[in-house]
């Protein structure tokens, strides 16, 4: 069978073979079809990237209609279960499996380039104590470029990894910072002796202690939890890295453009609305009413559904699991009821089940956080931390592959067609 597929134009009565490969045919390729000489060639008209690949990539496979998660091949739940951050970033970068030298370097490496500059604190004295950790997060990103412009090298291999360290390094410090600038607590600088999320929930909860020792149960519940959020192939955020990347801009602007991505709510945005919905609905009894008004079409089910997850998240699975095992520690949290019998509702609804609308990964991982005190303009941030490995993985992917090029997309123009300019005094009322 040859995998080509054949195109008759209609409108010229011609018939066109175009190649198939890996299910998909080249865009480009439709271009030689044409009306006339001086027609621009056939398109294809896509908003949203509903049915486009923009690129190849070997990083994370999603099956949405099996609810498979895979980074490199590794099951998610077996990494949510036997590995921790720090190697699953290394996976997502490299490609494979740290051996233990490798392992004991990096987080070596990350653990020591953990510390921000001093001028950060001047920066984050500009902000209002209210401002939202997102938009501070989003802001110090790119301000760290200002301070590391030879990170602009972005074509150098060794320039690439010295950066892609520094920012998994540094961004739970710039995260843990916008949470104590946030409350008015003075920033507690990193221990290097602790692990990443220790360290992390160190500088986060740390009052005046001279050693911190984070609560194990919650410092793996953390690494869990950064595990399942470490990557998601063409999410909106790794399509922002990448498309600001193909500028050849450097790595922390093209993470600030992801991270804005991430802010909005229908992105990372919605674990924080899971839990104001949660807040705003109150008590169980008001389930079945909020259900009606989402199908209504006044709100959506937030936390539910996805893009390509047409049956249950596995990362919801692990979460909801986790939630049990942090609420032995820090008591249950009063919303989770809501939650539940929200869920089960929602799934036996006929408007979510044609639908498919499945909890996502941000249905349970907000109550966790809250669960451990985060305030929840802090949970988008806390999905920031280790998407960052994400991103850079998508971004240096994209660096490396020579079918891309600056990101630029087509447009169908509905505009007006040529007309001559009007002076104001001829324009009428
Ligand atoms: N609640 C109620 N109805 C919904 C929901 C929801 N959460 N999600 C989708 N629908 C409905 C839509 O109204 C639409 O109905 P229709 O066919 O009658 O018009 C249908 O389901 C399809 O929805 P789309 O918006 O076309 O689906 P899309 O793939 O564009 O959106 C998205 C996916 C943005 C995640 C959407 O499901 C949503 O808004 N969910 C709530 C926000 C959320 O939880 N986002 C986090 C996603 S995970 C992540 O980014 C980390």
């Not at 997102?134 to 602009?152: D, E, I, Q, V, W």
């Not at 922002?240 to 229908?266: H, N």
């Not at 971004?395 to 630029?408: F, T, V, Y």
């Amino acid at each position: 069978m040859a995998d080509t597929i054949t195109i008759t134009d209609n409108r010229t009565g011609k018939q066109y073979e175009l190649k198939v490969t890996d299910g998909t045919i080249r865009a480009l390729d439709l271009r030689q079809i044409k009306t006339s000489d001086d027609d621009f060639g056939l398109m294809s008209y896509d908003p949203a990237f509903m049915n486009t690949a923009s690129c190849r990539s070997a990083i994370t496979l999603i099956d949405g209609d099996k609810g498979i998660l895979r980074y490199r091949g590794y099951p998610i739940e077996q990494l949510a279960e036997s590995s921790n951050f720090l190697e699953v970033a290394w996976l997502l970068l490299r490609g494979e499996l740290p051996t233990a030298a490798q392992y004991a370097d990096w987080t070596h490496q990350i653990t020591h380039h953990t510390y921000v500059h001093e001028y950060l604190k001047r920066a984050m004295d500009g902000f209002q104590h209210d401002a939202h950790a997102m938009g501070k997060l989003t802001a110090f990103l790119a301000t760290l470029s200002t301070f590391y412009p030879k990170s602009k090298a972005v074509r150098d291999p060794k320039v690439r990894e010295e950066h892609i360290v520094k920012i998994i390094a540094k961004m739970p410090t710039i995260a843990a910072w916008c949470f104590r600038h946030s409350v008015g607590r003075p920033y507690v600088y990193p221990d290097n002796s602790l692990s990443y999320c220790g360290n992390f929930i160190n500088m986060l909860f740390n009052i005046g202690q001279p050693r911190f020792d984070p609560d194990p149960i919650l410092e793996r519940a953390l690494d869990v939890l950064f595990i399942l959020h470490a990557d998601h192939e063409q999410n909106c955020s790794a399509n922002a890295a990448r498309a600001v990347g193909s500028a050849e801009t450097d790595p922390y602007c093209s993470l600030a453009a992801a991270s804005a991505a991430l802010y909005g709510p229908l992105h990372g945005g919605a674990n924080e609305a899971v839990l104001r919905m949660l807040g705003q609905i109150g008590d169980i009894k008001n389930v079945p009413a909020f259900i009606d008004s989402c199908k209504g079409g006044s709100g959506r089910l937030m936390g539910f559904g996805h893009r390509v997850y047409k049956n249950y998240d596995p990362r919801a699975k692990i979460i909801k699991e986790l939630a049990h095992k942090v609420f032995a520690v820090t008591g249950k949290n009063p919303a989770l009821e809501i939650a539940l019998e929200l869920e089960k509702i929602a799934l036996n609804d006929d408007y979510f089940v044609k639908r498919k609308l499945y909890p996502n990964v941000d249905f349970y991982s907000g109550l966790i956080y809250q669960a451990m005190g985060f305030p929840v303009e802090m949970f988008p941030v806390l999905f920031a931390i280790p998407r960052a490995a994400g991103w850079l993985a998508q971004w240096q992917e994209m660096l490396a592959d020579n079918d891309q090029k600056i990101a630029r997309p087509r447009q169908i123009y509905t505009g007006s067609d040529i007309r001559d300019f009007v002076a104001i005094d001829k324009r009428g009322a």
